[in-house]
């Protein structure tokens, strides 16, 4: 149906092997593509670097965001390495534990500057750097969730981030459409993660998702990955500015 061969895919967001960028990683490789796959610190890049050797990744470099000079020396070597990318894979989020727990009218200037800049800026300036390699078009994706369009209890300031996060992701597309750029957001039910884990009560999110969606199954990472494969390949060129759902039917419910 549709084959991802000889394209270039740079994934970040990859912690472990229940990372939705890993997800996203085995799915694109598994049709053709080619992959460059980033992690945090030293630290991660034990978990990070034998699972991105055993997708065969072509470039593993580290990229924490709140460096930029960390993201511009990434490029650099995919620029060498490559010369082009077609797929960006952006699947990180941060906010300061306190900030996350608390009351969103309590968020402190500095948390709710540090969960933007992580989780919705880097993926314009990670965005205004693939640009330039995209000559032919490209791909890039970040990942979202249903907080952004509904109050859903505990998930707190990141609600307002992923509504900031998938208004940057319309205004970015239509920005790059004439470039035959897409920009999309993938949005998945709740899924037990690292990133996830730092939610209050989780646990009972997750047995709320279940319960509610329709399907009344939990997102799966091979699941996203299965759609971000698709929506990185020449079959979906003409869809971009969306916010997928991927939750089981979980948002449609009342
Ligand atoms: P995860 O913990 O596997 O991935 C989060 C990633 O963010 C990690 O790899 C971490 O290293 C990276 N990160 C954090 N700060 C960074 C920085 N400064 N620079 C570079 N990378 C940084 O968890 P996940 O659930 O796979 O999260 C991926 C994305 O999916 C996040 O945007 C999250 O909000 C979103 N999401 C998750 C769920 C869920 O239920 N798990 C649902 C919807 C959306």
């Given at each position: 149906?549709?084959?991802?061969?000889?394209?270039?895919?740079?994934i970040?967001?990859?912690?472990n092997?229940?990372?939705?960028?890993?997800?996203?990683?085995?799915?694109?490789?598994?049709?053709?593509?080619?992959?460059?796959?980033?992690?945090?610190?030293?630290?991660?890049?034990?978990?990070?670097?034998?699972?991105?050797e055993?997708?065969?990744?072509?470039?593993?470099?580290?990229?924490?965001?709140?460096?930029?000079?960390?993201?511009?020396?990434?490029?650099?070597?995919?620029?060498?390495?490559?010369?082009?990318?077609?797929?960006?894979?952006?699947?990180?989020?941060?906010?300061p534990?306190?900030?996350?727990?608390?009351?969103?009218?309590?968020?402190?200037?500095?948390?709710?500057?540090?969960?933007?800049?992580?989780?919705?800026?880097?993926?314009?300036?990670l965005?205004?750097?693939?640009?330039p390699?995209?000559?032919?078009?490209?791909?890039?994706?970040?990942?979202?969730?249903?907080g952004?369009?509904e109050?859903?209890?505990?998930?707190?300031?990141?609600?307002?981030?992923?509504?900031?996060?998938?208004?940057?992701?319309?205004?970015?597309?239509?920005?790059?459409?004439d470039?035959?750029?897409?920009?999309?957001?993938?949005?998945?039910?709740?899924?037990?993660?690292?990133?996830?884990?730092?939610?209050?009560?989780?646990?009972?999110?997750?047995?709320?998702?279940?319960?509610?969606?329709?399907?009344?199954?939990?997102?799966?990472?091979?699941?996203?990955?299965a759609?971000?494969?698709f929506?990185?390949?020449?079959?979906?060129?003409?869809?971009?500015?969306?916010?997928?759902?991927?939750?089981?039917?979980?948002?449609?419910?009342?």
């Amino acid at each position: 149906m549709f084959s991802l061969d000889g394209k270039k895919a740079l994934i970040v967001g990859v912690a472990n092997d229940q990372s939705i960028a890993y997800g996203c990683a085995a799915a694109m490789r598994a049709q053709g593509a080619d992959l460059a796959i980033t992690y945090l610190n030293d630290t991660a890049e034990k978990w990070v670097r034998p699972l991105a050797e055993e997708l065969g990744a072509e470039i593993i470099e580290p990229l924490d965001v709140s460096h930029p000079d960390q993201e511009a020396a990434l490029f650099d070597v995919i620029r060498e390495t490559w010369g082009q990318i077609d797929i960006l894979v952006h699947s990180i989020a941060f906010c300061p534990k306190q900030d996350l727990h608390g009351r969103v009218i309590d968020c402190s200037a500095q948390g709710f500057e540090l969960a933007m800049d992580i989780s919705v800026h880097s993926f314009l300036r990670l965005i205004r750097l693939a640009e330039p390699m995209m000559q032919h078009g490209g791909t890039c994706l970040t990942v979202s969730f249903y907080g952004s369009e509904e109050v859903v209890e505990d998930y707190n300031i990141m609600g307002p981030v992923k509504s900031a996060l998938e208004s940057v992701t319309r205004y970015a597309a239509a920005e790059l459409g004439d470039k035959r750029i897409s920009v999309n957001a993938l949005s998945p039910g709740p899924l037990a993660t690292r990133a996830a884990s730092g939610i209050a009560h989780f646990d009972a999110m997750l047995a709320a998702a279940a319960k509610r969606a329709p399907t009344h199954q939990l997102t799966r990472t091979e699941e996203i990955g299965a759609y971000a494969a698709f929506l990185a390949s020449d079959a979906a060129r003409n869809i971009t500015g969306a916010v997928v759902k991927i939750d089981g039917g979980y948002s449609i419910m009342g």
